[in-house]
Structures are given as C-alpha cells and as structure tokens.
C-alpha cells in the first residue's frame, strides 16, 4: 500500500478532530488537550509532525496582529500518514468554506504568522485560483509537503489556502526568501505537482512586504 494512499479509519476517529459541526467548518472546541502527538504501532510516520489551523475574519475589518491571532484556531497535530488522512477525512473540504476563510498546515511549532521566528526571514509562493478549484490544488501541495517532494531540506515552514468571495489562493511559504535556488525549485515543483498550465502567473512575495503592506493598508484606513 502507497501510504499516501487514503486511509479509511472511521472507528477510532477522534471527535476533536471532525470539523464538519457547522456551517463555517471550525472546531467549536478551541481548548482540545494539547498532547505530544507521535505515530501510533506500525504506522507510517511523517518527517514531521504538522498541525492543521484555521481562520475567519470580517473583509472589512483591517487585520491587526492582535486580531489575527485571536481568530486563528488550532485545530489538531498528525504525526503519521494513517493520522493525517483519518484528520483529513473529516475536514470541511476548502471549496466547500464560506466567507473570507483559511485552512493552515503548517510543522509543529510554527505558527501560521508572518512574525513567528521560523517565518520573519522567509516568504511565500502565491497562486490565485479561479473558484472551484480549491479543494483539489489544495490536497495535492499538501500530500506534496507531506511527501518531501520539494526536495529543499528544512525550508518548507507551511502550506494555506485562502478562500475569498472572487477567486481562491494557494500559498506555501519557506524559511530563507533570499536562497533564490529554493525559491526557485519551490516554484518548479509547484508547477510540477500542481501540473500547472506555463504560463500560470505565479508571484514569490517576503513576508516582510507582506507585513510592510498590512501596515501601509491601516494607515490608510486610519487616515481616510
């Protein structure tokens, strides 16, 4: 068996982890046992452990930090391939999200933030995605980080998918935006994995512009 194969395990599924008990797709229980997570007997572990998140904010309100990560929820950490796809079975699937929503999953021990140590010097790969597509671009970049198809060491800190009202986004985001050869076999593996058209626009963006443009943008709010 492929252990990246699905892995069908409805009995023991943990009710933590389901999160199809409402209409936004989170977990209502923010306060689940943070536990030290490793593969259970005769299962296939990762390299690392990675841990789900997800997020919704109001469009019009401006996103502070603070705000950010008062509305991010940590909603479960895999170890092992079974885990991950027994997780995953019961995950709202992206295309399926409401609002201006996202999904995270990110190694364990780094949060979904451009300010958290392991993200400050780094950056992302960003592809805007026509709706409807979000689901299945989002299952293969994950079985991909997962799979260590990216070939570039300890680079990769997480994957997110990003469901907007127009369009949807994909993103994955590395440790070190100045290694162009990283950045570089990132985007060629993306293109790969995603079997993405040649000329899909794809834009590498710091996550110190990102955070240089989120300031400029509530000044201006502050301003007008």
Known sequence: MNPLEPVKDEE??????????????????????????????????????????????????????????????????????????????????????????????????????WEDEANRSGGKWIIRLRKGLASRFWENIVLAMLGEQFMVGEEICGVVVSIRFQEDILSIWNRTSSDQTTTSRIRDTLRRVLNLPPNT??????????????????????AL
């Open 12 to 113: 023991n599924q943990d009710e933590s982890v389901c999160c199809r008990d409402d209409s936004n797709g989170t977990n209502n229980n923010n306060n689940h046992r943070r536990k030290a997570v490793s593969p259970a007997a005769g299962e296939h572990p990762l390299q690392y452990n990675y841990t789900f998140w997800y997020s919704r904010r109001t469009p019009s309100r401006p996103a502070s930090t603070q705000s950010y990560e008062q509305n991010i929820r940590q909603i479960g950490t895999v170890a092992s391939v079974e885990q991950f796809w027994k997780f995953y079975s019961h995950l709202v699937r992206p295309g399926d999200l409401t609002g201006h929503s996202d999904f995270h999953l990110f190694k364990e021990g780094i949060k979904p933030m």
């Open 201 to 222: 626009i794809m834009e590498y963006k710091t996550h110190n512009d990102s955070l240089r443009d989120n300031s400029s943008f509530r000044n201006t709010k502050i």
